[in-house]
C-alpha cells in the first residue's frame, strides 16, 4: 500500500508564556515524501515541559527514521518499542531534579506499507475521519481515548458528557512521558488497513479542544469546507480565545495505491497483551486492532 498525502500545521503559543508543544516535521516543514507525524504537548505548571515534549519529539522520529529508512516500509511493533524507550531514555538524560517532573504527552501516525499506525499517551488526541457532502453524514472513523481522570469517570459513568466539559479537573491525565520513572507509562498503538482515498487524519494536542466537539469536528472536516488550509483556518478561528497552546498536524490521504495484497494482522501469540479490537463503523478491511506496550 502506498499513498500520495497533503498536509498542514498549526502551532500557536496562545496566551500561555511559553509554547509547550512539539510537532514532527517541524510547523510549515513538512514534505509530500512525510510519513511520520508526531504531535507531544508539554506539561503545564510542570519544570520545562517544552523541553519534554522536544526531546521525545525528536528522538521518538529519530529512532523511527533509522530503523525504518524506507518510508513506506515495514514498521513493526518492536520499532514501535524501540523508538518508545529510545525517547524515555533521552529524557532520563534531560530530568533537572525538579520536584514536579517535566512531562510530556505523545501522539504518532506512520503510514507504512501494510496502512497506518496511531500511538499515544495522554490527552492529546489522533482523529480518523471520512468526509462526506454534509456535516451529517461526515464520520469520525476512529479517534484515541484520553489518558485523563475525566475519561476515566466518564467511561464507569461518574460523570456524564455534559458534565465532564466543565468538569474543574479536566486537565488531570493519567499517563504521561517523564524522566527517571520507576514504572514507565505505557502506550496504546493502534493498526488499521482502512485507508480511503480523501480520508482525513488529525493529530491534536487539548487546547485544539476546548471549543471543540465532534459536530465542528464533522463540519471542519465535510467537503463543504474546501480545501485542507481553509479546514486549517476554521479551526484557528474556533481557537482564536483558548487558553492554552494549540497545535495540530492534518493530513489528507489524496490517493491510495494498493499495489499487493496486506497480510492479515495476527494478534495472537505476541509478546504484548492485546487489549481489544475495535472495529471502526466503516466495517473496514481490518478495522482497529489496539495493543498496549510498555
Known amino acids: 500500500m502506498k499513498f500520495e498525502l497533503e498536509t498542514c500545521s498549526i502551532w500557536e503559543q496562545g496566551p500561555r508564556p511559553k509554547q509547550e508543544d512539539s510537532i514532527y516535521p517541524a510547523h510549515n516543514n513538512a514534505t509530500t515524501a512525510d510519513r ?66 517535566m512531562g510530556t504527552t505523545l501522539t504518532m501516525l506512520k503510514f507504512y506499507k501494510s496502512g497506518i499506525a496511531i500511538a499515544h499517551i495522554g490527552d492529546s488526541r489522533v482523529y480518523h475521519i471520512r468526509p462526506a457532502d454534509t456535516a451529517e453524514d461526515t464520520r469520525i472513523v476512529f479517534q484515541t481515548q484520553d489518558h485523563s481522570l475525566v475519561n476515566d469517570l466518564l467511561k464507569i459513568g461518574e460523570l456524564t458528557p455534559e458534565e465532564a466539559r466543565n468538569y474543574p479537573h479536566k486537565n488531570i491525565i493519567t499517563r504521561a512521558m517523564q524522566p527517571k520513572m520507576e514504572r514507565r507509562c505505557k502506550a496504546d498503538l493502534c493498526r488499521s488497513a482502512d485507508v480511503q482515498t480523501g480520508d482525513y487524519f488529525m493529530l491534536c494536542s487539548d487546547g485544539i479542544l476546548e471549543q471543540m466537539e465532534d459536530t465542528n469536528i464533522k463540519y471542519i472536516f465535510s467537503n463543504r469546507t474546501g480545501d485542507i488550509q481553509n479546514k486549517a483556518e476554521l479551526i484557528k478561528k474556533l481557537t482564536a480565545n483558548n487558553r492554552d497552546n494549540h497545535s495540530a498536524w492534518l493530513v489528507r490521504v489524496v490517493n491510495v495505491i494498493n499495489d499487493e495484497a496486506a497480510p492479515t494482522e495476527d494478534t495472537q501469540n505476541q509478546d504484548t497483551p492485546t487489549v481489544s479490537e475495535k472495529k471502526n463503523s466503516s466495517g473496514g478491511i481490518f478495522g482497529y486492532i489496539s495493543k498496549l506496550f510498555k
Not at 503545564?44 to 523541553?51: A, I, K, N, Q, T
Not at 525517547?87 to 534531560?94: R, S, T
Open 36 to 101: 511520520l507525524f508526531i504531535l507531544c504537548d508539554g506539561m503545564g505548571g510542570h519544570s520545562s515541559g517544552e523541553v519534554a515534549s522536544s526531546t521525545v519529539c525528536e528522538s521518538f522520529a529519530r529512532s523511527i527514521h533509522s530503523t525504518c529508512p524506507e518510508a513506506e516500509g515495514d514498521f513493526t511493533d518492536d520499532d514501535f518499542k524501540a523508538a518508545l524507550i529510545a525517547a524515555y531514555e533521552e529524557l532520563d538524560k534531560q530530568d533537572n531534579g525538579a520536584a514536579k517532573k
